[in-house]
């Protein structure tokens, strides 16, 4: 053997050699250093009261902590007249969310809700962006808009609702509106969060709403059950019903923009299939 076939053999060995001892642990080092040095996506944070304004006229929309998601859009000249949107959000990372099933409840559209999607981007506690598809405004005008949340001196989204926010004198007035008729009405709570009279909207019994402050957020969850007894003609939501019909929905306090007003109360409640009510009082 020669000198140069020895060296040659000797080389092949080492490298084997190094292979075995080597390979599969320096492959899953660095494997598993590279990926400890990629941070993940952040998850997409959203959750408060947002406002924006549309051709003149206010699309207030509120995100609960169950990732329920409703608008009230006072498109309309009269500013008791809301249409209602509801939706469930699904969140996405780095401020990107989605609603499968977005339900529009507009009369002046139709008598059933209809329904669409929604995409929203650029989404943190202080706004978001959203486009609207199968839906439109009652005026067939697209939805796609970015919303701001409210000011910390109107409303503070961190603050903890109190059943003690909701009762006191005097009584919040103003009008509940279901897509076809308002009613002026004023509305007043027991301890329980429970109205403590009797109100009625297009002969619906509207004395089983209940308000219930959410787990550390400034919001109220609203139920609503609507019974098949009428008050003084037909309720067309409980009419051919063996039982009542429940409503669910949120309600919030913030600073009233009205002169001599230190309170506003917005409430919306809706139903399986996205049919609801609205309540907007000042106090």
Same mark, same amino acid.
């Given at each position: 053997?020669?000198?140069?076939?020895?060296?040659?053999?000797?080389?092949?060995?080492?490298?084997?050699?190094?292979?075995?001892?080597?390979?599969?642990?320096?492959?899953?080092?660095?494997?598993?250093?590279?990926? *400890?040095?990629?941070?993940?996506?952040?998850?997409?944070?959203?959750?408060?009261?947002?406002?924006?304004?549309?051709?003149?006229?206010?699309?207030?929309?509120?995100?609960?902590?169950?990732?329920?998601?409703?608008?009230?859009?006072?498109?309309?000249?009269?500013?008791?007249?809301?249409?209602?949107?509801?939706?469930?959000?699904? #969140?996405?990372?780095?401020?990107? /969310?989605?609603?499968?099933?977005?339900?529009?409840?507009?009369?002046?559209?139709? /008598?059933?809700?209809?329904?669409?999607?929604?995409?929203?981007?650029?989404?943190?506690?202080?706004?978001?962006?959203?486009?609207?598809?199968?839906?439109?405004?009652?005026?067939?005008?697209?939805?796609?808009? *970015?919303?701001?949340?409210?000011?910390?001196?109107?409303?503070?989204?961190?603050? /903890?609702?109190?059943?003690?926010?909701?009762?006191?004198?005097?009584? $919040?007035?103003?009008?509940?509106?279901?897509?076809?008729?308002?009613? #002026?009405?004023?509305?007043?709570?027991?301890?329980?969060?429970?109205? *403590?009279?009797?109100?009625?909207?297009?002969?619906?019994?509207?004395?089983?709403?209940?308000?219930?402050?959410?787990?550390?957020?400034?919001?109220?969850?609203?139920?609503?059950?609507?019974?098949?007894?009428?008050?003084?003609?037909?309720?067309?939501?409980?009419?051919?019903?063996?039982?009542?019909?429940?409503?669910?929905?949120?309600?919030?306090?913030?600073?009233?923009?009205?002169?001599?007003?230190? $309170?506003?109360?917005?409430?919306?409640?809706?139903?399986?299939?996205?049919?609801?009510?609205?309540?907007?009082?000042?106090?």
């Amino acid at each position: 053997m020669t000198i140069q076939q020895f060296m040659g053999r000797r080389l092949l060995l080492c490298f084997a050699l190094t292979l075995a001892g080597c390979g599969g642990t320096v492959s899953d080092g660095a494997a598993s250093s590279g990926s *400890s040095n990629i941070a993940p996506s952040p998850s997409t944070v959203l959750q408060g009261v947002y406002s924006v304004t549309l051709q003149n006229k206010e699309f207030l929309s509120v995100i609960t902590p169950e990732f329920d998601w409703y608008a009230l859009y006072f498109e309309r000249l009269t500013s008791g007249k809301p249409d209602i949107f509801s939706g469930k959000l699904s #969140l996405g990372v780095n401020g990107l /969310a989605t609603i499968a099933s977005v339900r529009a409840f507009q009369i002046a559209k139709s /008598a059933l809700p209809l329904t669409g999607t929604a995409s929203i981007s650029a989404a943190t506690a202080q706004g978001y962006s959203v486009s609207l598809s199968g839906v439109t405004s009652a005026l067939g005008d697209s939805l796609s808009f *970015s919303a701001s949340a409210l000011a910390p001196t109107s409303y503070n989204p961190s603050t /903890a609702a109190s059943y003690a926010d909701l009762q006191g004198t005097p009584s $919040w007035q103003g009008s509940w509106y279901d897509g076809e008729t308002s009613n #002026l009405s004023s509305l007043q709570f027991s301890s329980n969060g429970s109205v *403590s009279s009797v109100t009625s909207l297009n002969y619906c019994d509207l004395s089983g709403l209940t308000l219930a402050p959410m787990s550390g957020v400034n919001l109220f969850k609203v139920t609503l059950n609507i019974p098949v007894k009428s008050l003084g003609g037909i309720c067309l939501r409980s009419k051919d019903r063996l039982t009542g019909v429940d409503l669910t929905g949120v309600a919030f306090l913030y600073k009233s923009p009205l002169a001599g007003k230190s $309170w506003r109360l917005d409430l919306v409640a809706v139903d399986s299939a996205g049919s609801g009510i609205s309540f907007r009082g000042d106090r």
